[in-house]
């Protein structure tokens, strides 16, 4: 790897907050024409030391070298990052939905009052036909689709000609063929010379596209590998600091699980129509089950379960828990039968950013008792420790901001919100979406937990392998219709891909 030229040199980079130490002494090194995987579990480090190249953090100690500049630079924000060549694009998507893509590609990069919009309108065609990107320069940021909106994203980096790219988690909103796309474009600008820096939780993604690995872990350097030097199973047990045998034990538990059932549905739905256009559907989930809504990205995995809880306005069917009908117009109604609901945009729908872990743990407990009838702080005390015990949450205090946590941690915490409701019935959508290895498998193995005492969750993820482990029975969609059940000896990865792309079985 000594043969092509530096363009970036991060060298005992530490960062600390108060009672923790974010990154010690991590040295960083990226070539011209490289993509290079940062690894590592979540609070591995991998975002403090991106905030520290993009200037979003000062570092603590450390030195920070551009190309083959002997003298180090000092990045105070994340203009100077820019200046200095650096551009990231992040997983939560930083664009202005209310203007339109070009306005978006070229925010802050035009002078004064004189925009040349013809211009602006026309370069940005050119970028985007480039990229093959399928967005008008003129239409509004907003009217089109996360997929969409992360590609601008990237062109908007790409056109700013950069040294460095940095991609964070850019491909958890997109589906397969939007990945391939943007894998294609990552080669290009490597064939150009640009270094990639490529965060992600695909392992598929990393092997496929990346040179290089740098694994973190505790905010301290494992190492950096050549990517033909690393077998998968080395890379997750030097991310998890440990063998990986958790894998297997909960595929045994998923193959032992009986898919038949008997008796009366914990919750049933038939015909159920929602305002967001997936056609009507029946769906049942039995005492104990975990099932699964499967299928590609846009299918309605996700509108099928908002539906179920009352988050989506519903036009038609019918609701029965427990054999009885019942009303579910909000989510309170549905909270009240007994079902909890860990949305898919924890950013948007899950955490209250400002609030503490406490505060964010007693939530939907706070809700359905009512906010003129407050806990003591002693009662919510003692319901936030009990569950940062159980769910392992690595937080200071439970008065820390949850924002100041990592993802798989304020993950738990919302796991934490809903299990203190003790649902009979807990949806859990995308659950382990840009969370580390380490704590995807003990989402997957509470998820299993739940249901031998006796709790129904359907659980859904983009990762079909996952829904494999954890399901003892997948509802199939396409196309916003659900268009297959699968249990026991069906549940292989080739019959979920075969009635995605097969038509209704």
């Not at 998507?93 to 035009?110: F, K």
């Not at 013809?118 to 093959?132: E, F, G, I, P, R």
């Not at 040294?163 to 943007?182: A, N, W, Y």
């Not at 019942?326 to 945009?345: F, H, R, S, T």
Request: hydrophobic letters at 40%.
């Amino acid at each position: 790897m000594g043969d092509k030229k530096t363009v970036l040199k991060m060298r005992g980079i530490c960062k600390y907050f108060p009672g923790v130490k974010a990154l010690q002494n991590v040295d960083f090194t990226l070539r011209e024409g490289e993509i290079h995987a940062l690894m590592g579990e979540n609070g591995a480090g991998k975002s403090t030391l991106i905030k520290v190249l993009t200037g979003v953090y000062q570092k603590d100690e450390g030195q920070i070298f551009i190309g083959d500049d002997e003298k180090s630079v000092v990045i105070r924000s994340p203009q100077e990052a820019q200046n200095a060549g650096i551009s990231t694009v992040y997983q939560e998507i930083t664009l202005c939905p209310n203007l339109t893509v070009a306005e978006n590609m070229y925010i802050g990069r035009t002078k004064g009052a004189g925009v040349n919009w013809v211009k602006m309108n026309s370069n940005a065609k050119k970028l985007l036909d480039s990229l093959q990107i399928p967005a008008l320069p003129t239409q509004q940021l907003g009217s089109c689709s996360i997929a969409v909106q992360q590609m601008v994203a990237i062109a908007r980096a790409v056109d700013m000609e950069c040294k460095v790219l940095i991609l964070d988690e850019p491909t958890s909103s997109l589906d397969e063929q939007e990945v391939q796309k943007l894998f294609t474009l990552m080669r290009e600008l490597k064939a150009k010379g640009v270094g990639i820096i490529f965060v992600t939780h695909f392992l598929d993604q990393v092997y496929e596209v990346c040179d290089t690995i740098t694994v973190l872990r505790d905010g301290q350097l494992v190492d950096e590998y050549p990517i033909a030097e690393l077998p998968r199973v080395q890379l997750v047990s030097k991310m998890l600091g440990k063998e990986l045998d958790d894998l297997s034990d909960i595929k045994k538990h998923a193959e032992n699980e009986n898919s038949e059932h008997h008796g009366t549905a914990v919750l049933e739905v038939k015909q159920l129509k929602s305002t967001t256009g997936v056609a009507p559907f029946d769906f049942e989930i039995y005492e104990g089950e975990v099932n699964g809504f499967t299928g590609l990205l846009g299918s309605g995995r996700s509108e099928c379960v908002r539906a179920i809880f009352g988050a989506d306005k519903t036009v038609g069917g019918e609701v029965l828990v427990g054999g009885k009908k019942v009303k579910i117009n909000k989510p309170l109604d549905a909270m009240k039968k007994g079902v909890g609901y860990l949305a898919e945009d924890r950013k948007r729908d899950g955490i209250i950013g400002d609030l503490s872990v406490r505060e964010n743990i007693i939530l939907a407990l706070q809700v359905m008792k009512g906010f003129f009838r407050p806990f003591s702080r002693a009662k919510a005390e003692a319901f936030a420790d009990e569950y940062i015990k159980l769910l392992q949450i690595k937080t200071a205090s439970t008065n820390t901001p949850i924002k100041s946590l990592s993802g798989g941690n304020q993950q738990k915490v919302i796991l934490a919100r809903w299990l203190l409701t003790d649902p009979s019935y807990l949806i859990l959508d995308e659950p382990t979406r840009g969370i580390d290895v380490g704590t995807k498998v003990e989402i997957q193995k509470l998820v299993l937990k739940l249901a031998d005492e006796g709790k129904s969750v359907t659980f859904i993820s983009s990762e079909i392998d996952e829904m494999l482990r954890t399901c003892s029975r997948l509802i199939v969609m396409r196309d916003r219709k659900v268009v297959g059940s699968l249990t026991g000896d069906e549940l292989t990865q080739n019959n979920i891909m075969a009635t995605i792309a097969g038509g209704d079985k």
